[in-house]
């Protein structure tokens, strides 16, 4: 069965720190990867996703992952973080060969001044 | 505005009590689900359904119920609800059906407590 692990519960950074957030999945092709993000009593909005070609993508709000063959891993980043960074990131897979999404636990990000 | 709707934005219910969830997008989208976000567990897929009448089980679909009779309208049902379907709710349209091609959007969650 497909599996997506964000291993860290809950991050905390100063402002204008890098900020790495880790994702890990289990499958046995090449998924469709996303990274969303949701702040505190919103929806879910997506910063970025990985389909095929270049292993490094870029996002909005200037967040950037990198696609890990060999590791399994899908990794977001961002060099600068910002006070408005707080939020909760998820994660995702979606399954090429069918129609369902898989969300990791979340890793809730706290920014301090 | 392209939008996905849903409501109401918060339920407080007894167990037992028949309940209607729903969710309605302006995107003229295929795809629809629905999820349920519990502390710890992340986004759960409960049901999907790539177009009009054409539904399918996620991960956790036991004690709900939805339809498709219309493209835009995607209402989840919990016929029996019961404490442990307590959670927040979340509605999501994509363009296209397909292996998750397509960028999903979301609703603005519901939140249910079923007393």
Redesign the interface.
Known sequence: AQS?T?PD?HITVSEGASLELRCNYSYGAT??L?W?VQSPG?????LL?Y?SGDTLVQGIKGFEAEFKRSQSSFNLRKPSVHWSDAAEY?C???????????????TSLTVIP | EAQVTQNPRYLITVTGKKLTVTCSQNMNHEYMSWYRQDPGLGLRQIYYSMNVEVTDKGDVPEGYKVSRKEKRNFPLILESPSPNQTSLYFCASSRTSGGGTDTQYFGPGTRLTVL
């Open positions: 997506v964000q519960i998924p469709y996303f969303y919103q929806g879910l909005q997506l996703k389909f998820f995702a897979v979606g399954v090429r060969s069918g129609n369902q999404f898989y969300f990791g636990t979340g």
